[in-house]
């Protein structure tokens, strides 16, 4: 047995241990179908208020659209005084410096201020009423140490100390003040509250009531101080009991989860015992989920047992109207595409905006949303039911090393073929990056995982253009029907290879952690850019191709180059730079609005949409790259060739969206090649003709 077969073989089994994982993945995927929605109570209020109907008539409503849970948040300083109670809170430093507040003061709280007794960075609560007075006291009673707060009493009003550091100290934006002459003098930074404004203080036995009445399940939104985590930990458990609060979800409020870092391991404990799943709520921009302190480990050290969960954040439910519908579907379509693109299982809901801050009242929108939505999330065999935690996925480094080798194997080729590298030369990098990979993995699994992804990524990517660029040169010459056959098997060719290379780069990120977005692949700016200067190489390489090949780029940089070449490449490049550019959703380029019509058109028909990038964009810029070079224009077929490279990167990006279920990735592919042949058709035919018109033009004129 020759060498080529041996590396064949080893090839054919790094590829089967490569695909394991995915089978493992789509089966996962498969069984993780279930999704629940909580509602936000006080969102929910709000709306009562905007109706005729009271807040439990809106939660029976929303129950009987099979809304589930109720949640209620832990009530603060800050929401007591918004909410219009009788109590006021303001940092010392400030009460310190208002005359007139001074002088209302207690005598003994004026002597404390003096003394230093009380310090600058503490808060003053002031309270007006002996419920909320009763109600703010014994909720610190509960939940922290007695030198964290005093009270104070005198014949009209009481007031509580609380402690405070510098660390706690919120301040206000600097302000510049300007002299006559428009000229900045001087920059002022005033002191604002502190972050005690904001730490848990109870939770309002009234709503809890309410929810219990509509028969829901009540879910508590826990604030967590770090001072006193360990405090805070042992009183949700004692409350969750209280208050029957349901065991199947945790949902954290603010920075940190709730008993970080003291008290983590009284909660984690507790969540282990009663089954709970901790909810990872996705943050605004649709990537990975809102940071706070000690999520990440309790996630982890839970083996992963968590949900996704999508808010339907201010900037969604204004969405009435938009994209030239006459009703909520767009924010319909957004929950849609949570659930189905991005493994989100727990909606947590908010009712719809006509405008901003204007709530929609009618049922019947309502009704109509809810069912369109849940018939359309149907065809996908996701049901609302109990959402159970998903199974478990894990690769040890040995299967990653193997599943690697296949990535070392078609990279060594890529660099024989376009480059003539000696097969010695070819033997030493293939033991180096065995070497290097094996390495690597012992070092940290989790950044070897994500560069074998990235690898794989550039090197498939590379094997798309190394076979494009060979069609390419196969070409020349041909006309017509040859040419059209030519040009659509060119394209299924070129773009199934990069859904295998998509594939392939998935696979060493289809673990559990990445499903939940716990970890993500970061590599996606670097897996679309460095494929554009391997297509500029290979094409110089293998298109250009003479003995001198440094002769070749001092030609390239000579060359004259017509006006109108530049302003093709301008377009096609402004046009590849688009699409690349706004590439997730951290970025301020937006889709344009007949775009998103477009694509809400192909969503709601199609059970995947497939990329407009890839059929609208990169097909035919194939297309006329295979037609320029059948009539030996380089240049245009340089050019066109270029745009086309966004489609084979574009195809691998679709399966690094590594939340989106795998079936999903595979569809919206399938979908977009098939509309890639009907453009390419389109295109080719269109340049056929205008050639055919060109040329009786020209034998018209000399005639």
């Known amino acids: ?138 909720g610190l009673k509960e939940r922290y140490d007695n030198n964290f707060y005093k009270t104070y009493n005198n014949n009209d009003n009481k007031y509580i100390i ?43 036995e009234m709503k809890i009531s309410k929810v219990h009445e509509s028969g829901m399940d009540l879910l508590l939104r826990p604030i967590n101080y770090m001072p006193y985590s360990e405090g805070l930990a042992k009183n949700y458990i004692d409350k969750a009991k209280e208050y029957n609060v349901s065991e199947d979800f945790i949902i954290f409020q603010g920075k940190s989860i709730l008993g970080y870092p003291d008290g983590y391991q009284i909660l984690m ?37 968590g949900v996704r969960g999508f808010s339907i954040w201010d900037y969604i439910r204004e969405r009435y109207g938009e994209y030239s519908y006459s009703g909520p579907e767009e924010i319909e379509n957004s929950i849609y595409r949570a659930v189905t693109e991005r493994n989100v299982r727990l909606i947590y809901f908010k009712p719809y905006m006509t405008e901003k801050n204007v709530y929609l009242t009618d049922k019947d929108e309502y009704d109509e949303s809810f069912e369109r939505l849940y018939s359309r999330l149907n065809e996908h065999d996701i049901k609302v039911n109990n959402v159970k935690e998903i199974e478990k996925n894990n690769l040890s480094i040995i299967i990653l090393f193997i599943m690697f080798i296949n990535v070392i194997i078609i990279g060594l080729y890529l660099l024989k073929n376009n480059f003539k590298t000696p097969d010695r030369y070819n033997l030493i990098l ?18 070897a995982e994500k560069i074998f992804s990235l690898g794989a990524s550039i090197v498939y990517a590379g094997f798309g253009i190394n076979y494009m660029l060979l069609k390419l040169k196969e070409a020349e010459g041909l006309k017509g029907k040859t040419l059209i056959i030519h040009s659509m098997k060119t394209l299924t060719i070129v773009f199934v290879v990069s859904i295998i290379g998509g594939l392939i780069t998935a696979s060493y990120l289809s673990q559990t952690k990445y499903i939940l977005e716990v970890d993500i692949f970061r590599g996606v700016k670097l897996s679309q850019l460095v494929p554009i200067l391997v297509f500029i190489i290979f094409y110089i390489q293998k298109l250009l191709n003479r003995e001198n090949n440094l002769q070749i780029y ?29 590439t997730g959703h951290e970025t301020d380029i937006e889709p344009l609005q007949i775009e998103m019509i477009f694509r809400n058109f192909l969503e709601s028909n199609l059970l995947a949409r497939p990329r407009t990038k890839e059929f609208m964009f990169a097909a035919p810029s194939l297309s006329a790259a295979l037609f320029f070079k059948s009539r030996k224009n380089e240049i245009l077929t340089f050019i066109f060739s270029l745009g086309a490279v966004t489609g ?53 004129a000399y005639v």
């Open 1 to 138: 047995m020759n060498v080529k077969k041996i590396i064949i073989i080893i090839l054919l089994l790094s590829l089967i241990f490569t695909f394991k994982p995915l089978i493992e993945r789509y089966n996962i995927e498969d069984e993780y179908k279930n999704i629940e929605m909580v509602l936000d109570y006080e969102e929910v209020n709000k709306l009562a208020e905007f109706s005729e109907e009271t807040t439990l008539s809106w939660l029976n409503y929303f129950q009987s659209n099979k809304a589930t849970k109720v949640s209620i948040q832990e009530e603060s300083l800050d929401s007591l005084i918004k909410s219009g109670k009788d109590l006021d809170a303001r940092l010392v430093y400030n009460v310190s410096r208002d005359f007139n507040t001074m002088k209302d003061l207690p005598e003994e709280i004026v002597k404390d201020i003096d003394s230093k007794s009380i310090g600058q960075y503490d808060m003053l609560i002031s309270l007006y009423n002996d419920e909320i007075f009763d109600f703010v006291l014994n």
């Open 162 to 204: 609380l402690k405070g550091s510098v660390k706690e100290l919120l301040l206000k934006e600097t302000e510049k003040y300007l002299d006559y002459t428009g000229e900045p003098y001087i920059e002022n930074q005033d002191y604002y509250s502190s972050k005690i404004r904001y730490i848990g203080i109870g939770y309002d």
């Open 269 to 305: 404990d507790y969540i282990q015992k009663k089954e709970i799943l901790p909810v990872l709520i996705e943050t605004a921009v649709q990537r990975s989920h809102i940071e706070q302190d000690g999520i990440n480990n309790l996630i982890y050290d839970l083996n992963f047992n």
């Open 430 to 447: 293939g033991l180096l990056g065995l070497v290097m990979s094996g390495l690597l993995l012992i070092y940290s699994k989790s950044i």
């Open 554 to 582: 001092k030609e390239i940089l000579n060359n004259n180059i017509k006006i109108y070449y530049g302003i093709i490449l301008l377009i096609i490049g402004g046009i590849g730079f688009y699409y690349i550019a706004r």
């Open 648 to 700: 084979i990167t574009s195809f691998i990006n679709t399966f690094t969206h590594l939340r989106t279920p795998l079936y999903l990735s595979i569809l919206r592919s399938i979908y977009s090649i098939g509309f890639s042949l009907i453009i390419a058709l389109i295109i080719v035919g269109v340049l056929l003709l205008f050639e055919r018109l060109l040329t009786f033009l020209k034998e018209k």
